[in-house]
């Protein structure tokens, strides 16, 4: 059964930093490009961030120097570490794996707020 469990989401004051995770089970992690995606009450959902299998990343241009995202393929893992968060950051943020199939986490809630 394929599962991509996110964690690591909660209430933090503006400027400071959360570690999201999500753990991959039920396919080949290693093979799938991985992606962080959020959405905020009222918007559509949007790209935060992308690592390649190689390793390679990507970023929503708003987000380049305070967000990073990495993974462990060892632990079937990909990591989005988040600084400096604003209030616009508030949001349910999803992993995606993307490779033959696409699939998606269910998501964990982030609200940043003093």
């Known amino acids: 059964q394929v599962q991509l469990v996110e964690s690591g989401g909660g209430l933090v004051q503006p400027g400071g930093s959360l570690r999201l995770s999500c753990t991959a089970s039920g396919f080949t992690f290693s093979n799938y490009a991985m992606s962080w995606y959020r959405r905020a009450p009222g918007k559509e959902r949007e790209l935060v961030a992308t690592?390649?299998?190689?390793?390679?990343?990507n970023y929503a241009d708003s987000l380049k120097g305070r967000f990073t995202i990495s993974r462990v393929n060892a632990e079937n893992t990909v990591y989005l570490q988040m600084n400096s968060l604003k209030p616009e950051g508030t949001a349910v943020y999803y992993c995606k794996a993307v490779w033959l199939h696409t699939f998606w986490g269910q998501g964990t809630q982030v609200t940043v707020s003093s």
């Open positions: 690592i390649t299998t190689g390793g390679r990343t």
